[in-house]
């Protein structure tokens, strides 16, 4: 067994392991047990033993090594009490350690880095900063402590999203080969008669609509509070957007989240929302939304974005017959689906058997990365949807 009676290891080992989390690394209760199992099996009084056992068990990600590293050198340092080149089973508790703040970031620069000129400490906090951004970026919504949805939360403020664009009935100036027979008509009587130049027009365009219908349900509770962060984001940024959530029945909270403060619109929304957390039925909201709202928000070729995590208690029927009329009615339908960026998911349910083949985009939504990148499949340029037949569904 592990030696912990008069040596205190295992509490430095935990404390350690908390360290490691207050650097930004993902620590599980499993690893630090995994760690005790296979210290077993090695010298304890070997230094580069234990630090490369502790290396291997803790750190998952190439990008996490460095971390590591600094984090090492910091806490034993200051256990060891004046012995640096040994490793000898701690004999005193684990003494309370403040951190300083050049090393309070993901990615901590070495110690001697205080001395360091100016302009460079600043070069390493902005790389710091960039570190932690990029490991939140590919971090799942539903592992995110409370300070990591904090911050994901502002770097979702942050993002700035463009429509696709239609054509209308209105005619501007413009370099295409139709020429503009009114104003060169004009133009000519105001030169007396002569022909100078022949004036064009070309059609004006305008931003498409776009309508987002958002699951609640229970299923959906790990997701939905950070993914109305980017609903809230997605209204702010963009003209004619309208906003329904839905569980069991369909609530429009477009005015709602009209508030800047997003904590008073999810606020708001909760309060006007009562079957929040509860079940889902993703056919009888859409079909409550294809005949109480679709004639009004439809309109000029909206694009729709559907996010739910696929879990239907109604029926299947029901979810394709509405499907294919929001399909039919709309310029794009792109469903997103949060599961759909775990490692070996398939969408097997019953609903979403019967509703992809009426989606045009079945996208994933579980990470910051899933919503960057949303951003070209919402601004690209599409033909209308008049007229599809078999519609297959794009999958990333």
Not at 28 to 41: E, K
Not at 99 to 111: D, N
Not at 223 to 236: D, E, P
Request: hydrophobic content about 40%; aromatic content about 8%.
């Amino acid at each position: 067994m592990l030696p912990t009676t008069d040596h205190h290891l295992l509490d430095h080992l935990l404390a350690f392991g908390r360290l490691l989390r207050q650097f930004g690394l993902p620590i599980a209760p499993g690893q630090m047990l995994d760690l005790l199992a296979a210290l077993v099996y090695i010298e304890l009084g070997q230094r580069e033993d234990v630090r490369h056992t502790c290396r291997t068990v803790l750190v998952r990600r190439r990008e996490d090594l460095p971390v590591f590293d600094e984090a090492w050198e910091f806490f034993w340092a200051a256990q060891r009490q004046g012995n640096p080149s040994g490793f000898a089973l701690p004999d005193t508790p684990v003494k309370e350690l403040q951190i300083p703040r050049r090393l309070q970031r993901p990615r901590p620069q070495r110690m001697e880095d205080e001395d360091r000129p100016p302009d460079e400490q600043h070069e390493i906090e902005i790389e710091m900063s960039y570190s932690q951004s990029e490991q939140l970026r590919h971090k799942d919504f539903a592992h995110f402590t409370g300070d990591e949805l904090d911050r994901a939360r502002e770097l979702i403020a942050q993002l700035r999203y463009r429509m696709a664009l239609r054509p209308t009935r209105r005619w501007q100036a413009g370099r295409s080969r139709r020429i503009d027979t009114r104003r060169t008509l004009r133009q000519t009587l105001r030169n007396g008669g002569e022909v100078l130049t022949l004036l064009r027009r070309e059609r004006s365009w305008k931003q498409r609509p776009l309508v987002v219908l958002c699951d609640i349900s229970g299923s959906m509770e790990r997701y939905s509070r950070i993914l109305l962060q980017f609903v809230h984001t997605v209204g702010a940024g963009l003209r004619d957007v309208e906003i329904f959530v839905f569980g069991t029945r369909l609530t429009r909270i477009t005015r709602a989240l009209e508030h800047r403060d997003i904590d008073e619109a999810v606020d708001l929304v909760s309060n006007v929302v009562v079957d929040w957390g509860g079940g889902t039925r993703i056919g009888d909201a859409i079909k409550t939304f294809n005949w109480q709202w679709g004639r009004r928000v439809l309109g000029h070729g909206a694009i729709v974005l559907l996010i739910s995590d696929g879990w239907d208690r109604g029926d299947p029927a029901l979810l394709a017959r509405e499907m294919g009329r929001l399909q039919r009615t709309s310029h794009r339908l792109i469903w997103l689906n949060p599961l759909l960026g775990r490692a070996g998911y398939q969408p097997l349910t019953r609903g979403l058997q019967a509703a992809l083949p009426y989606v045009d985009d079945f996208l994933p939504v579980h990470n910051l990365q899933a919503l960057e990148q949303l951003g070209p499949t919402l601004a690209e340029s599409l033909i209308s949807n008049v007229g599809r037949s078999a519609p297959r569904p794009r999958v990333s």
